[in-house]
């Protein structure tokens, strides 16, 4: 079975600073989908970033950015540039790609998650 | 594009009554809707999985009895959680895949929390 693992439960960063949040997973599947989500306070899950196996390039989305080690199951997020409202819960999941699912149907995996606090 | 809503986001009810949660993709049309439910300080915990048209595939744990799904059309979910009782008490999250594209993404609603007195 896939597991996720955050190792840090707890992190923060000076505001316009950059953080590294991190992420390993473990799977013996070749072909699955990464992706890291934020959790304001509002409890609003929110999409930040994907990243596809089969691509080596590393997926961003503005300030945010992921390393993405296919090797070492390994896929941390980065924030540059740190804002006030980056503050929130951030989750890694694992999606598998592969084309029988069982009985779950391509669900995500979490990651147990980091709280980010953000100081001003 | 890509919003899915919850209603209500936030209910209370007396032990012993039922409460249904609707999850609705507004702008897009959803293969697939998966039911969560998150305690406090924790990640979110898969319920089940639904497909429009068919029944959902249950979590193992999950009494299938009790947190019924109906997955009536591609756009509209619902989560019937029977018989309350307080130790249901929680947040619950519903999330949707498109059906044209990026199947594999999941967009979620805002939750609903559910307080069984």
């Known amino acids: 079975a896939q597991t996720v693992t955050q190792s840090q439960p707890e992190m923060s960063v000076q505001e316009a600073e950059t953080v590294t949040l991190s992420c390993t997973y473990d799977?013996?599947?070749?072909?699955?989908?990464l992706f890291w989500y934020k959790q304001p306070p509002s409890r609003q899950m929110i999409l930040v970033i994907r990243?596809?196996?089969?691509?080596?390039q590393n997926a961003t989305e503005n300030r945010f950015s992921v390393n993405f080690q296919k090797a070492a199951k390994s896929f941390s997020l980065k924030i540059s540039d740190s804002q006030l409202g980056d503050a929130a819960m951030y989750f890694c999941?694992?999606?598998?790609?592969?084309?029988?699912?069982?009985?779950?149907?391509?669900?995500?995996?979490f990651g147990k998650g980091t709280k980010l606090s953000v100081k001003p | 594009g890509a919003v899915v809503s919850q209603h209500p986001s936030r209910v209370i009810c007396k032990s012993g009554t039922s409460v249904k949660i609707e999850c609705r993709s507004l702008?897009?049309?959803?293969?697939?809707m998966f039911w969560y439910r998150q305690f406090p300080k924790q990640s979110l915990m898969l319920m089940a999985t639904?497909?429009?048209?068919?029944?959902?595939?249950?979590e193992q744990g999950v009494e299938k009895d009790k947190f019924l799904i109906n997955h009536a059309s591609l756009t509209l979910s619902t989560l019937t959680v029977t018989s309350a009782h307080p130790e249901d008490s929680s947040f619950y999250i519903c999330?949707?895949?498109?059906?044209?594209?990026?199947?594999?993404?999941?967009?979620f609603g805002p939750g609903t929390r559910l307080l069984v007195l």
């Open positions: 999330s949707a895949s498109r059906v044209e594209i990026a199947l594999e993404t999941q967009y």
């Open positions: 799977t013996s599947e070749s072909d699955y989908y």
């Open positions: 990243q596809e196996a089969y691509k080596q």
């Open positions: 999941a694992y999606r598998s790609d592969e084309s029988n699912y069982g009985g779950s149907q391509g669900n995500l995996i």
């Open positions: 702008d897009f049309q959803a293969t697939t």
């Open positions: 639904s497909n429009e048209g068919s029944k959902a595939t249950y």
